[in-house]
T-cell receptor
Framework: DGGITQSPKYLFRKEGQNVTLSCEQN?????MYWYRQDPGQGLRLIYY???????QKGDIAEGYSVSREKKESFPLTVTSAQKNPTAFYLC?????????????FGQGTRLTVV | GNSVTQMEGPVTLSEEAFLTINCTYT??????LFWYVQYPGEGLQLLLK?????DKGSNKGFEATYRKETTSFHLEKGSVQVSDSAVYFC????????????FGTGTSLTVIP
């Protein structure tokens, strides 16, 4: 079955550590996105990539980094520079440039700083 | 620019009540409009969509009509069930500008028996 897989589902990080969240899709989508969701709030865009080896900052990119070496994969690194990383992180993908397409979401990773 | 505004929650309804969640949008082009649903601890799932003015999206008893004149895409359901309890997000995207999605802040719905 095609879809988006995020791992792990739960992640704990000590202060000062970098952690990487995985996002893989087998939908052959060109575009991939990372969103952050805080309790009671909407989704805020962290980074997005519309093609391999290219990505752009979203609204809240500070303290995060990404790479897009393969079409299927878009990992997100939460660095120690991110002051408040505890949140629910969602990865999504869609077919950029195709009319009327919807975004498909993974099941999310809940990151907690301990 | 593009943006989405949806009614704030939380919304609590009794089973079989009528549901309306308001959503209005601002867009520079001709966007597609979407409603997504999020169950606790999960990602977002597409509920319905509409791609041009006057289109009606529908799924699982939910409906929303793309109203260009009022820039709205209100979600409705005639008779809610306990299993509809979730957070609902209105969103837009415009493939002409790279298909980036813009989401509302979400509306939490709780349906009580």
């Amino acid at each position: 079955d095609g879809g988006i897989t995020q791992s792990p589902k739960y992640l704990f990080r000590k202060e000062g550590q970098n952690v990487t969240l995985s996002c893989e899709q087998n939908l052959n989508h060109d575009a991939m996105y990372w969103y952050r969701q805080d309790p009671g709030q909407g989704l805020r865009l962290i980074y997005y990539s519309q093609i391999v080896n290219d990505f752009q900052k979203g609204d809240i990119a500070e303290g995060y980094s990404v790479s897009r070496e393969k079409k299927e994969s878009f990992p997100l690194t939460v660095t120690s520079a991110q002051k408040n990383p505890t949140a629910f992180y969602l990865c999504a993908s869609d077919s950029t440039g195709y009319k009327n397409t919807e975004a498909f979401f993974g099941q999310g990773t809940r990151l907690t700083v301990v | 620019g593009n943006s989405v505004t949806q009614m704030e929650g939380p919304v609590t309804l009794s089973e079989e009540a009528f549901l309306t969640i308001n959503c209005t949008y601002t867009a520079t082009g001709y966007p597609s409009l979407f409603w997504y649903v999020q169950y606790p601890g999960e990602g977002l799932q597409l509920l319905l969509k509409a791609t041009k003015a006057d289109d009606k999206g529908s799924n699982k008893g939910f409906e929303a009509t793309y109203r260009k004149e009022t820039t709205s895409f209100h979600l409705e359901k005639g008779s809610v069930q306990v299993s509809d309890s979730a957070v609902y997000f209105c969103a837009l995207s415009d493939w002409r500008t790279g298909n980036q999605f813009y989401f509302g802040t979400g509306t939490s719905l709780t349906v009580i028996p």
